[in-house]
Nanobody
């Protein structure tokens, strides 16, 4: 069992930066690929970024590539999402996810409760 708790969301202006954190419980954190998803009002949840077990491989949605960076610290059981050059269309609830697969899928094994990110233009 893995519990995920996100933090770091908030209200920012367009062009600002924000860093989300996701703290995971359990001693097997390094066995999971991790990812960030988001869901805007009236839209389906979408993949944002993923990182492999060891952190050596990352992948991003085209909409955030070059602006967002995912990273992880297995010693701290934490995954991060650094978001730069934020746009109003980045406004959403951001969810952390853990997946037993080598690469995070659209149906991960565990979800966090979400953290709201609001970008004002």
């Amino acid at each position: 069992q893995v519990q995920l708790v996100e933090s770091g969301g908030g209200l920012v202006q367009a062009g600002d930066s924000l860093r989300l954190s996701c703290a995971a419980s359990g001693r097997t954190f390094s066995s999971y690929s991790m990812g960030w998803f988001r869901q805007a009002p009236g839209k389906e949840r979408e993949f944002v970024a993923g990182i492999s077990w060891t952190g050596t491989r990352t992948n991003y949605a085209d909409s955030v590539k070059g602006r967002f960076t995912i990273s992880r610290d297995n010693a701290k059981n934490t995954v991060y999402l650094q978001m730069n050059s934020l746009k109003s269309e980045d406004t959403a609830v951001y969810y952390c996810a853990a997946d037993r697969q080598i690469r995070v899928t659209t149906a991960p094994d565990y979800w966090g409760q979400g953290t709201q990110v609001t970008v004002s233009s």
